[in-house]
């Protein structure tokens, strides 16, 4: 489907497809940046969200233990 709408594209008007295929590779290489830079940062928003949720299951789970430890200003820190 690409390469027959190039090819239409070159029967109708060859410089504008000229134009349109010259913009192409640098479209990819800048959207392969963008795309590794969101990559990392989206891992790091899920290791944090996973260390929150840990944190959050470690605190509901043991509440009692903490309570009993007297341990709510650690958990709250943490």
Known sequence: M???GI????CYEWRLALLMLAAVPPTCIIMSFMAKKTTASM???MRCIGKAGEIAEESIMGI???QAFNAQEHMTQK
């Open 2 to 4: 690409v390469i027959s």
């Open 7 to 10: 090819i239409i594209s070159f």
């Open 43 to 45: 891992m790091q928003e």
């Open 64 to 66: 009692r233990t903490v």
